[in-house]
């Protein structure tokens, strides 16, 4: 992306696509001027936007070759109190992509260029109004499909992570200004930074950083949805499982054993935390080569799962036979949290099944054909993700590139620490400093490159 200060950008700010309304967005220096050519104001009985307040609201009609084009609102931003910096502007019109395209065209023809992708919030970072850290929030705010992702977004974007690296750097860089002044006097042997002080900064950065490093698993998953493994023997009813969790025929229910031989993932949001279902080839030895490759798929999706639910047909398999699944399941996984869930249960029978199944006392006795018992497999869900571990004052890692930074700089810290202990020269600690403060720079846009603004910049939808 190449950025022109200079230019004004107009672009579609809701989605394509008929609706009630949608709204286009312009900014830059003539913004302003450019919408007021052809907006008459109903309530100035004028149409010089140009000279009224900043945010203020304005009924009238657009005209293009003395033809109306619609009735419009046109909100005013000036400048410095706008999202980018810069005069804006936001016309809100009817929805018809015919208008929306009318619009368009007339303010690119009056002197404004289509924006790109992110250009208005790359404009809203390079003038100070947002951090790196913060403009990527945006994105995440806008992408965020549950209560969770929604918070975290909210709560980076807000500047919660930012300041908590602007604090590591700030304290951080007090230190590597009286390492660099060592150095200018490096003839005279002098010491103006303390080795001790030193230690103990870089051991409470180091901390709280990989403090932040793990927070990412679980960003991760609230970012992206937590995954949950269905698996279990064929026809032990784990497609049917899938489709009343999702409220919807997703999968293929049959009486056949191997219906299932690829995998079906979908989603779904319990009590505000989003879950990536996955369904999964039934569990078994075959000479199908398509179905083995199920299977093996159903393995591989196991490793990979935060959450796994081996689904059970209570009348095909024992207490015995049920332990050697368990421990069959367990090799495959490590950090997961497994869930047994007994299907086909018959009410009637219950307390006999319990008593066949002493010996898992944390079973869930479910029918996945009669949506029985369902809302307790949700709630054992969503305790196993503590929620309660998310909250306002939390700062979470969602971002994959905050996380890589975080390392390097965890990394480069404590080769400060090993160095400090062996009492290496300044000059070097100094490079190791210098790295560490680039990583965290990264990350809140202090240290930037034009390829790094690109990357992130071009994946914003094209109006914000």
Do not use: W
Request: charged share 25%; proline share 2%.
């Amino acid at each position: 992306m190449h950025y022109q200060p200079d230019d004004t950008i107009v672009a579609l700010a809701t989605a394509h696509g008929n609706a009630a309304i949608a709204v286009i967005r312009l900014s830059g220096p003539n913004a302003i001027e450019i919408v007021e050519r052809s907006f008459y104001s109903r309530s100035l009985k004028q149409k010089k936007i140009s000279t009224k307040n900043s945010h203020t609201v304005h009924f009238g009609i657009i005209i293009h070759n003395q033809q109306i084009i619609d009735e419009v609102l046109v909100t005013v931003f000036k400048a410095p109190n706008s999202y980018t910096s810069q005069n804006s502007v936001e016309v809100s019109c009817h929805g018809s992509v015919f208008i929306q395209q009318q619009l368009l065209q007339l303010f690119m023809g009056a002197g404004a260029r289509h924006a790109e992708p992110g250009e208005f919030t790359m404009r809203a970072f390079l003038n100070g109004k947002l951090d790196l850290s913060q403009a990527e929030a945006v994105a995440d705010l806008i992408s965020s499909n549950s209560a969770i992702s929604h918070q975290v977004a909210m709560q980076q974007m807000r500047g919660g992570f930012s300041s908590k690296i602007k604090l590591l750097r700030d304290n951080l860089i007090s230190f590597a200004s009286l390492i660099e002044l060592e150095l200018d006097f490096s003839e005279e042997d002098v010491e103006f930074a303390n080795r001790t002080d030193l230690k103990d900064l870089v051991s409470k950065i180091i901390s709280v950083i990989q403090k932040l490093i793990d927070s990412f698993e679980v960003g991760n998953v609230i970012k992206n949805g937590i995954p949950v493994a269905i698996v279990g023997k064929p026809n032990a009813g784990k497609s049917t499982l899938l489709n009343v969790l999702l409220e919807d025929d997703r999968a293929i229910v049959s009486e056949i054993p191997g219906t299932t031989r690829d995998t079906i993932e979908d989603e779904i949001t319990i009590d505000g935390v989003l879950f990536r279902f996955i369904d999964t080839a039934g569990l078994r030895t075959t000479t199908d080569i398509v179905e083995q490759i199920g299977v093996n798929k159903a393995y591989d999706v196991i490793k990979k799962s935060a959450i796994i639910i081996y689904l059970f047909d209570v009348h095909e398999i024992s207490s015995g036979d049920l332990k050697l699944e368990e421990k069959m399941i367990k090799e495959h996984i490590k950090d997961s949290q497994l869930v047994l869930v007994a299907n086909k249960i018959d009410v009637e029978n219950i307390n006999d099944l319990k008593n066949e199944f002493c010996d898992f006392p944390e079973v869930i006795y479910i029918s996945a054909k009669e949506n029985l018992h369902i809302d307790l497999l949700k709630q054992k869900l969503v305790h196993l993700f503590d929620t309660r571990t998310v909250n306002a004052t939390d700062t979470i890692v969602t971002n994959a590139r905050h996380a890589n930074s975080l390392k390097n700089a965890e990394i480069a810290l404590r080769k400060v620490f090993e160095g400090l202990n062996n009492n290496i020269t300044g000059e070097l600690l100094a490079t190791d400093i210098r790295y560490a403060l680039e990583e965290l720079g990264l990350i809140t846009g202090q240290v930037t490159t034009d390829n790094l603004l690109e990357s992130i910049f071009t994946k914003f939808c094209i109006g914000k």
